[in-house]
């Protein structure tokens, strides 16, 4: 059993930086794929990024490349989302995910998620 707990969310103004962070419970933390998605007021969840149990393999969705950098230390048990240049269609509860094998893009399938944490970018 793993458990993600995320942390990093708040409110910052366009153009601003965040980071999150999910911390995973377990002993199994360097073997999972880690990924990030979000969903928005009145919106369907949507992949942000992912990344490999080694760290060498990332990936990311359109609305976020170049801005947004997935990272994780496996000796903390942790995963980043490092968040520049936020717009404030970046509002959205950010989810932490966990997966055996990888994350699908589409969120299916995947063996454990966080709770989430709110990012708020104002105008």
């Known amino acids: 059993q793993v458990q993600l707990v995320e942390s990093g969310g708040g409110l910052v103004q366009a153009g601003g930086s965040l980071r999150l962070s999910c911390v995973a419970s377990g002993r199994a933390f360097s073997t999972y794929a880690m990924g990030w998605f979000r969903q928005a007021p009145g919106k369907e969840r949507e992949f942000v990024s992912a990344?490999?149990?080694?760290?060498?393999?990332?990936s990311y969705a359109d609305s976020v490349k170049g801005r947004f950098t997935i990272s994780r230390d496996n000796a903390k048990n942790t995963v980043f989302l490092q968040m520049n240049s936020l717009k404030p269609e970046d509002t959205a509860v950010y989810y932490c995910a966990a997966d055996h094998a990888k994350i699908s893009t589409l969120g299916w399938g995947i063996d454990y998620w966080g709770q989430g944490t709110q990012v708020t970018v104002s105008s």
């Open positions: 990344i490999r149990w080694s760290g060498g393999s990332t």
